[in-house]
């Protein structure tokens, strides 16, 4: 079946320093999500790309969606305290575009 | 802000239990999604409602889960008899479809489930 692929598991930056996870899905995607969830938190909605080679930017957080549409990304500029949790993606599920799977999430911490 | 509401946040239960969470989702929403999260296995989808109807629930052990919605301020997850592996965080999260694209699914607050 269709899975959603986040890499890396972990990373630990310094406060200021810049942060990308990457997400790969075995298939095409019609459109991909991005939520974040704080530690001991929900996870929340970021945004949606839903078109090949799309970039979106919120603030300091840029999203991509690959030309190919079966890969992500999500890059922050200059991370801060507040930046900590982990980010997931989250692509369809098979031919029923509204159930999601999540990618396994890329967990942040960045030491100030 | 509106909120997805689920109840209760911590639950710890001996094997064997009954176990019942609830959800309010966002009034007028259309979608409903049952979620589990481990550390090892991270969020699975366990079942999917749209306009109260069950679409998917191929994610739950049917032996001994059950999901329902009994109107459209209700959403319920039944665990009998529960057992230990099943200690995990349920969330539930809503949407409305197809608005989604832009405002994605909320997501409520979660119940800590402890199975002993």
Excluded at chain 2, 28 to 36: A, D, E, L, P, S
Excluded at chain 2, 75 to 93: G, H, M, N
């Amino acid at each position: 079946g269709q899975q959603v692929m986040q890499i890396p598991q972990y990373q630990h930056v310094q406060e200021g320093e810049d942060f990308t996870t990457y997400c790969n899905s075995s298939t095409t995607l019609s459109n991909i999500q991005w939520y974040k969830q704080r530690p001991g938190g929900h996870p929340v909605f970021l945004i949606q790309l839903v078109k090949s080679g799309e970039v979106k930017k919120q603030k300091r957080l840029t999203f991509q969606f690959g030309e190919a549409k079966k890969n992500s990304s999500l890059h922050i500029t200059a991370t801060q305290t507040t930046d900590v949790g982990t980010y997931f993606c989250a692509g369809p599920r098979g031919n029923a575009g509204n159930m999601l799977t999540f990618g396994g999430g890329t967990r942040l911490m960045v030491k100030p | 802000d509106a909120r997805v509401t689920q109840t209760p946040r911590h639950k710890v239960t001996e094997m064997g239990q009954e176990v019942t969470m609830r959800c309010q989702p966002i009034l007028g929403h259309n979608t409903v999604f049952w979620y589990r999260q481990t550390m090892m296995q991270g969020l699975e989808l366990l079942a999917y409602f749209r306009n109260r109807a069950p679409l998917d629930d191929s994610g739950m052990p049917k032996d001994r889960f059950s999901a329902e919605m009994p109107d459209a301020t209700l959403a319920t997850l039944k665990i009998q008899p529960s057992e230990p592996r099943d200690s995990a965080v349920y969330f539930c999260a809503s949407g409305l479809v197809p608005e989604q694209a832009n405002y994605g699914y909320t997501f409520g607050s979660g119940t800590r489930l402890t199975v002993v």
